[in-house]
């Protein structure tokens, strides 16, 4: 069973405007939440972390929220642009019982000038 | 700084034939990780090694061996290669202790398997 799912693989969004990208987890032990960006032919690159002590955390265009009782993050970049067309992947994990990451299957954002 | 590099980048085999995935990285951390992406998958987690000295399954591990040669390395082997482990490899480290820290990528190998 996925303990973290995005449950949509694909999303175009106009450039300037803002993308969402959403991401649900059932592991309420989740502690420490992350999302990376994939271009093709590379590895993923850390892109914005948040800990379960907060809500929000922003870095620059991004900003991630993270709805603790819906078991819900969301990942904000305004204004979107043509680079950030990418696969975006959510990651969690149980910090405290020095578990692993738990990445979802991604979510593939297309920017359109 | 190179971060996490693998070798090779590309990989031809044919089944039964037997390969090994190096990785190395340089930012002095001590868990690293081996991970396989699969079209409409994600990352799933092949091994890990928390800390020098010590391997342990993960998600996928059937099919796999690893060796942590030292702080640095950590190595991916299939002794007998399959179609079904045709997939990109990612290895991966972190620096992990009293509080979290990303993963760290290398740049994948794309392994086929006719």
């Known amino acids: 069973d996925q303990q973290v799912k995005q449950n949509s693989p694909s999303l175009s969004v106009q450039e300037g405007r803002i993308s969402i990208l959403n991401c649900d987890y059932t592991n309420s032990m989740f502690d420490y939440f992350l999302w990376y960006k994939k271009y093709p032919a590379e590895g993923p690159t850390f892109l914005i972390s948040?800990?379960?002590?907060?809500d929000k955390n922003e870095d620059g265009r991004f900003t991630v929220f993270l709805n603790k009782s819906a078991k819900h993050l969301s990942l904000h970049i305004v204004p979107s642009q043509p680079g950030d067309s990418a696969v975006y992947f959510c990651?969690?994990?149980?910090?405290?019982?020095?578990?692993?990451?738990?990445f979802g299957k991604g979510t593939k954002l297309s920017v359109k000038p | 700084n190179a971060g996490v590099t693998q070798t090779p980048k590309f990989q031809v085999l044919k089944t039964g034939q037997s390969m090994t995935l190096q990785c190395a990285q340089d930012m002095n951390h001590n868990s690293m990780y081996w991970y396989r992406q699969d079209p409409g998958m994600g990352l799933r987690l092949i091994y890990y090694?928390?800390?020098?000295?010590?391997?342990d399954k993960g998600e996928v591990p059937n099919g796999y061996n690893v060796s942590r040669l030292n702080k640095r390395e950590f190595s991916l082997r299939l002794e007998s290669a399959a179609p079904s482990q045709t997939s990109v490899y990612f290895c991966a480290s972190r620096l992990r202790g009293a509080y979290n820290s990303p993963l760290h990528f290398g740049n994948g190998t794309r392994l086929t398997v006719t």
């Open positions: 990651a969690a994990e149980d910090g405290g019982s020095q578990g692993n990451l738990i």
């Open positions: 948040i800990s379960s002590i907060k």
């Open positions: 090694s928390a800390s020098e000295g010590t391997t």
